[in-house]
């Protein structure tokens, strides 16, 4: 599905229009830095080495699970402009998958701002997080296994990363391998 953004740009409707994302299940998502701004450490020699910033969310992603109900932390990665994470819903939580993220988000940009005033992070223009996220649901345990060594291995990866603007020439298509799985 296809909608017009604000400024005349078409940009995809990333939802599936009638899934219920409060259901019991797990979750794929990606959360990515306003204008891609890589704030939270850099990949050397293929490992991610965070900077305090980027072990912060690290540390907020982890305490999900004590601030909200039914909702279990799985494999995450912090990159120097994004999180992917694997979020598991229970069917007794209360919560959906807008209201993790719109939880993690918050936690994390206040969080920041501090970082800003108190020890002297780099500043960020307006918000820290794209206003959206990618969310991919995981659908049978090929994908699950899938999207656990597409996170493990994201780090060595970070040269042909979509959201790396300085990727090379062949990267990875993550959602088309992702589509794939979700019809096997």
């Not at 020699?45 to 305090?52: C, F, L, P, V």
């Not at 694997?86 to 701002?113: E, P």
């Not at 296994?145 to 291995?153: C, E, G, M």
């Amino acid at each position: 599905m296809r909608y017009e953004h604000q400024y005349g740009q078409e940009r995809k409707q990333m939802r599936w229009a009638d899934f219920d994302y409060s259901s019991q299940g797990v979750y794929f998502i990606t959360i990515v830095t306003h204008s891609r701004w890589c704030l939270f450490g850099n990949v050397v020699n293929g490992e991610m080495a965070s900077n305090d910033a980027g072990r912060m969310v690290m540390d907020e992603y982890q305490h999900l699970e004590q601030s909200m109900s039914g909702v279990e932390c799985m494999d995450a990665v912090v990159m120097p402009n994004h999180f992917h994470a694997l979020v598991y819903l229970s069917h007794d939580g209360g919560c959906s998958l807008s209201d993790v993220l719109w939880q993690l988000k918050s936690k994390t940009t206040n969080r920041y701002i501090h970082g800003v005033r108190e020890l002297g992070w780099p500043r960020f223009d307006k918000q820290l997080w794209q206003t959206s996220y990618w969310d991919d649901i995981v659908w049978n345990g090929r994908m699950f296994q899938f999207i656990q060594r597409y996170i493990a291995l994201n780090p060595e990866r970070w040269d042909r990363d979509l959201i790396n603007d300085d990727h090379v020439a062949v990267a990875d298509d993550i959602r088309g391998c992702l589509d794939r799985l979700r019809r096997i």
